[in-house]
């Protein structure tokens, strides 16, 4: 089996396992830009699936309430990051996938997820290079951050992901 078959398998049942974030659940300020908060996620994917170094990473902006929210599935293997799937929640600008299958070439969309399965099919080197380059149109889009929890739930099979916290989206709240 190649090194890209194996990372390919590891973050395929990475993304179909059920997954349990792992307490303390909650937004911190980015270290280094002040006006993003992020919500490191480190979930348990359950026996005896012997997955680890799953996570999912929260992003969001203390400016900008209800928009540019992101929540990134990925898989530590071997000391490597590898970006699995993502979901953008109301992001300032569209993505347009300039690759892809038929029917997704060509899209523009803005709340949408970068799905496992159709960025996988690029290769793994194409994927990760091109920060999972292919996007669905989430439809409907979440009407709000408890509705884009749902979402979260069901797309990254995150059992608790309703115990994320809504993002303190004020510099004034202090974190």
């Known amino acids: 089996m190649s090194n890209e078959t194996r990372v390919l398998q590891l973050m395929q049942a990475a993304y179909e396992a059920n997954k349990v974030a792992l307490p303390p659940i909650g937004w911190k300020q980015d270290r280094q830009r002040e006006r993003i908060l992020r919500v490191p996620i ?28 992101t929540f990134q599935l990925a898989i530590d293997i071997d000391g490597t990051d590898f970006r699995i799937a993502r979901i953008d929640w109301r992001p300032r600008q569209p993505h347009t996938n300039k690759i892809g299958p038929p029917g997704l070439r060509g899209l ?7 799905d496992f399965p159709e960025n996988a099919d690029l290769g793994l080197e194409t994927m990760q290079k091109n920060n999972l380059p292919i996007v669905k149109k989430i439809d409907p889009e979440p009407p709000d951050f408890n509705e884009l929890l749902s979402y979260v739930r069901v797309t ?3 059992d608790n992901a309703s115990e994320i916290p809504v993002p303190p989206w004020s510099l004034q709240l202090g974190l």
Request: charged share 15%; proline share 5%; net charge negative.
């Open 42 to 69: 480190v979930c348990d994917c359950g026996q005896p699936s012997g997955l680890t170094g799953v996570s999912i990473i929260g992003t969001a902006w203390t400016d900008e309430p209800d928009a540019r929210v």
């Open 108 to 114: 523009t969309a803005y709340t949408s997820v970068h």
């Open 156 to 158: 990254f099979k995150l």
